[in-house]
RNA sequence: GCCCUGGUAGUGUAGUGGCCUAUCAUGAGGCCCUGUCGAGGCCUCGACACGGAUUCGAAUUCCGUCCAGGGCGCCA
């Protein structure tokens, strides 16, 4: 027997005609005569039916016996007629509920074990802890919701590729090995055997080659680009991850956030059949942090901050004298027409949330009464000022403002964590809203306050816009948000060795560190390297959003958990000491290993 | 490295010092059942993460370890 449809595939138009489907069993269910079984695959789920009554005589006791073997989940094959179900028993939840396949001859192919958790759907879907899930991903994966996450992911992906592809875009492959860099995140490192002592590093992402694919002329790359980075997860980071990464030569800004924009709009029309708004929104970085206390800011609601330090820089309030005296802002917020809902206790509440958790030295409220501001500390302000931050603040009767003070960026990001928990509170986030939108005029440089030490903000390719000695000098960068999630980030590059090598030196890097790790790379961009820039955004969180999933984990076949172990093949694992023989390497972290008057730290 | 939350049959849970040789559901095994669809009925099986402490007595309190998740740091 071979199969000759899929168990989503027969509908009523296929009755009467001979079908053999494959799958698992799902549900079976015998009334000591009649017996179905609920058999599934990845297209859908079929009843078959063994029907004693409808059976030849000759085969009824053979079939019987076999599909008493039939253990759920084991897979196995079914030969028979489809036939329209009973008047009456039709299960209109299924797509295939109109008929079921009678069954005249059934093979066991292979008997499954007992399931260690349900896979069926069930109407109160009981999911097991994630680790048993990991552990048996292969069965995890054949529930609906799995299935079609990848599907999901699968035509994403292949959407992007057909809007690349029509667009001149090649995809080209970047090495995997490649060559430990200092900037960033720690590499995933792989031993060389043929050179003892040597490694390679796992991309971080495929920034430099793909740089290097501009000067070699590929005006036009892409790539499904995995990813390596051994940092600490979290449910958003996977020590391997995927991205779209991109690049393009003799551009601007305005071109690669175009081109974006069209490949997710070509997206959402495949996806949805629905047209995506574009251009998205842009905002610049210290807009988005004073607005929003974000530079990744959701834009699905309101509750934005308004500045107020000039407002209340006469206000005789010795914290925020002291503030503002020190260089810092006093900003607010106004929860508006949902004030009611926050009593005293929360307030209380969220004054300890903005202390613990948003880092904040604390939370002042004010509530608007008989058309007057009103507090615990509305004394240590003037009439006039209260009603300048009345003002300022929109803020009508009955509304509750929350001020917070403090150094501009902390206490504008402390903010934007409190925004989002009274967002959150206030069921102000809708989850059927898909709001990208561009972060720009980011700075070059993030300066160390205490050091006085230069980091990249991106990273240091970045195009520079202006004197990088200059104070705050610009970056010609952006990333990409959605719904508070950053999605990826991009720029245009330095395409000027010179520039290239005064960069890294800003940053801290000698003349010799500069040759040895990135000497090749600068001495590409002396032979003629075009104009270029380009962008990586994260597919899994991509996919993860766009489908409501709280995990990454989630649209990953094979993840890992947060200690960056596979449950599945429980990796990673000592290898042999043959193998670290060969490689000439020593483990320090081997049980029982006597390390003798050798010293570590040496 | 740090902080928080959790760990009870295969799975999901109840359980706040004695009502616990531990609840319920699901599952698995057995029997019954000819139109169900998470079929149903009856019976059976099966668990307090590990180690220590407190106590007359610990699933329950305390300490440590391990495991899982969330977060901080980290992630150019």
């Known amino acids: 027997m071979r199969r000759t449809d899929t168990c989503g595939g027969l509908r009523s138009s296929d009755i009467g005609r001979r079908a053999c ?21 990845r297209y859908g789920i079929t009843q078959v039916v063994f029907d004693p009554e409808d059976t030849a005589e000759a ?9 008493g073997t ?24 299924n797509p295939t509920g109109e008929v079921e396949l009678l069954v005249t001859d059934a093979v066991l192919l292979n008997r499954s074990a007992s399931p260690p958790f349900e896979i069926g759907d069930q109407k109160e879907g009981v999911l097991p802890n994630e680790d048993t899930r990991m552990r048996y991903r292969y069965l995890d994966l054949r529930r609906t919701e799995m299935v079609g996450a990848l599907a999901f992911r699968s035509r994403v992906v292949h959407l992007m590729r057909q809007y690349l592809e029509r667009n001149s875009f090649l995809e080209v492959e970047t090495p995997m090995l490649g060559r430990s860099t200092p900037e960033g995140a720690r590499d995933y490192v792989v031993p060389s055997r043929r050179h003892p002592g040597k490694f390679y590093a796992l991309p971080q992402s495929p920034q430099l080659f793909k740089q290097m694919l501009m000067v070699g002329g590929i005006d036009r790359y892409y790539q499904i680009a995995r990813c390596f980075r051994d940092e600490d997860s979290r449910k958003d980071r996977q020590p391997e991850f995927t991205q779209i990464d991109m690049e393009m030569s003799f551009v601007d800004t305005e071109d690669i956030l175009g081109t974006v924009e069209g490949m997710i709009a070509a997206v959402w029309e495949g996806l949805y059949g629905t047209e995506l708004e574009t251009p998205f929104p842009r905002i610049g970085y210290r807009e988005a942090i004073e607005r929003f206390g974000s530079d990744k800011p959701d834009m699905r609601y309101g509750l934005e901050f308004v500045k107020l330090t000039e407002v209340v820089r006469d ?7 002291r503030i503002i005296g020190a260089g810092g802002i006093v900003a607010g917020i106004n929860l508006g027409d949902r004030s009611s809902e926050v009593g005293r206790n929360e307030v209380d509440r969220y004054i300890q949330f903005a202390k613990d958790k948003a ?13 007057v501001l009103t ?62 939108s561009w972060l720009v005029d980011c700075p070059m440089f993030e300066v160390d306050p205490v050091s006085g030490k230069h980091d990249a903000f991106h990273h240091p390719f970045v195009l520079p816009e202006g004197d990088i000695d200059a104070k705050d000098v610009g970056g010609a960068c952006f990333d990409i948000c959605l719904n508070g999630n950053e999605l990826g980030s991009g720029s245009l590059r330095i395409h000027d060795a010179g520039l290239q090598r005064a960069v890294l030196k800003k940053i801290g890097m000698s003349d010799e560190e500069i040759e040895r790790d990135f000497g090749w790379f ?61 490689l000439q390497l020593l483990s320090l972290a081997a049980d029982g290993l006597d390390l003798g008057d050798f010293d570590i730290d040496e």
Request: charged share 30%; proline share 4%; net charge negative.
């Open 59 to 67: 085969d009824v006791d053979r079939i019987a016996g076999v599909m």
């Open 359 to 371: 880092k904040l030295g604390g939370l002042t409220w004010m509530r608007c009464e008989d058309g």
């Open 315 to 321: 206000a005789p309030y010795e914290i925020f004298k």
């Open 21 to 41: 489907l494959q799958g698992w069993v799902r549900f079976s269910r015998d009334h000591g005569g009649v017996a179905f079984v609920d058999l599934a695959d």
């Open 522 to 582: 600068i001495e590409a961009l002396g032979y003629g390297a075009p104009p270029h820039g380009g962008i990586a955004m994260g597919v899994d969180r991509l996919i993860a959003i766009l489908l409501g999933r709280d995990t990454i984990r989630d649209v990953i076949a094979f993840p890992k958990n947060k200690k960056a172990v596979s449950l599945l093949d429980n990796s990673p694992e000592r290898i042999d000491d043959g193998k670290l023989e060969e």
């Open 70 to 93: 039939f253990a759920r989940e084991s897979a196995v094959s079914v030969e028979g007629i489809v036939r329209r179900r009973v008047e009456g028993t039709d299960d209109a939840r």
């Open 375 to 436: 507090s615990n500390i509305a004394k240590y302000f003037t009439p006039g000022i209260l009603e300048g931050i009345k003002q300022a603040l929109k803020a009508e009767e009955g509304d509750l403002v929350f001020l917070i003070a403090g150094p501009w960026k902390a206490t504008y990001e402390g903010g934007g964590i409190l925004r989002r928990r009274i967002a959150e509170d206030l069921g102000l986030v809708p989850d059927d809203v898909f709001q990208f």
